[in-house]
Structures are given as C-alpha cells and as structure tokens.
C-alpha cells in the first residue's frame, strides 16, 4: 500500500487495487475518492469495480474525475467536499496521485498558505512548487 498522508484526515496515493480495500480500512480510511477517468484504466479498476470492492470492505467510495481539463473550479470544490468536508480520513487516488494533490491543493487555497500546502505536498512526495504564485495569489 502506497498512501501518503497530506493532512491527518486526507491521504492521496497512485493507483489502488481493489485487494487492497479491507487494508485501507483497516488503516483507518473511510473514503475512497476516485480521481481517475475510467476510461484511463482497465474495466478490473474502473469505477464500478472499485466500488464494489471498496463498500464490501465497509468503506464509503465516491467518483470524481478529474484531467487537465477538468479541473475546474466547481470539480475542486466538489473534490473538496466529498474529500475534506466530511468526517473521516479519505484516500484520494489517481495514476500517480498527483492529480489528487493538486485538487487538494488547489483546494486548501486561501485556506492555509502557500508555503503549509507546498510543504505537506513535498512531504507526501509530490512537488507543487509551480503552483506558488497562484497559491499566494489567495492568501488572505
């Protein structure tokens, strides 16, 4: 298992495995929040495959995917919501988890600064540097 923690309650990782859900649940996780497409991936870890697993292991899952350019304002706010929102720890999951940071990211926007959110990217592994001018540009 490859999960990496961003906040106490909010973990990201790279592609997940539907064997793998009564470990996350098992870890703590409560969510499992799919940032990828279907169609980037093979009907064995697709949406409905991935649910399955995750609520026969007792564990939420919710769908939102999100590509270049679908990574709007709205689908990260929405991302947000099923994600931070909550009570409960999510695992955010995409091919690399990056996606899934960046939403995250991009979420915590004027919420925490630039340097807490670039910082806690770097030490899950995900470096978001190129997104401190747009970070800082909402700081309070």
Known sequence: MDIRQ????????????PEDMAAYKEAGIARILCNRPDEEVP???????MKAAAEAAGLEFAMQPLTHSTMTEEN??????IGLDKEGVTLAYCASGTRS???WALGQAGLQS?????KAAQSAGYDLENMRGYLQ???S
Do not use: K, W
């Open 137 to 139: 540009q909402h700081e």
């Open 101 to 103: 940071s960046i939403a």
């Open 114 to 118: 630039a340097d807490e959110i670039i």
């Open 43 to 49: 009907p064995a870890l697709g949406s409905e495959a």
């Open 6 to 17: 961003l906040t106490p309650r909010y973990f990201v990782a790279p592609q997940i495995s």
């Open 76 to 81: 990260v706010m929405r991302n947000r919501e």
